[in-house]
Nanobody, 118 residues
Framework: VQLQASGGGLVQAGGSLRLSCVAS????????LYWYRQAPGSERELVAT???????IYADFVRGRFTISRDMAMNTVYLQMNSLKPDDTATYYC?????????????WGQGTQVTVSS
């Protein structure tokens, strides 16, 4: 399983970006799809979760501004980021989890850089 993240870039504060994460296979069987981020000198933190039932959970610092979604046909999970702030500057990673033989397998994308200028 491979995850390919893209869509990062440089944007002014208040702007928007949409990140994409394409899976090498169907995302239908994944139990959870996630976006994380990691700023320089900081730990990686969970930004948004999308479970297999379609429920979403957001970190407090992005709730109301970011939206996680998926396109089953395209095997893609998205992170729509609006009203971006300089504090959102980080490398963003997608993650997928799948149950295989009663064990959770975790897969990470390679990360895409988001830089928000003030």
């Amino acid at each position: 399983v491979q995850l390919q993240a893209s869509g990062g870039g440089l944007v002014q504060a208040g702007g928007s970006l949409r990140l994409s994460c394409v899976a090498s296979g169907s995302i239908f069987s994944y139990s959870g799809l996630y976006w994380y981020r990691q700023a320089p000198g900081s730990e990686r933190e969970l930004v948004a979760t999308l479970n297999s039932g379609g429920d979403t959970i957001y970190a407090d610092f992005v709730r109301g501004r970011f939206t996680i979604s998926r396109d089953m046909a395209m095997n893609t999970v998205y992170l729509q980021m609006n009203s971006l702030k300089p504090d959102d500057t980080a490398t963003y990673y997608c993650k997928a989890e799948k149950w295989i033989s009663y064990q959770i397998q975790t897969y990470w994308g390679q990360g895409t850089q988001v830089t928000v200028s003030s």
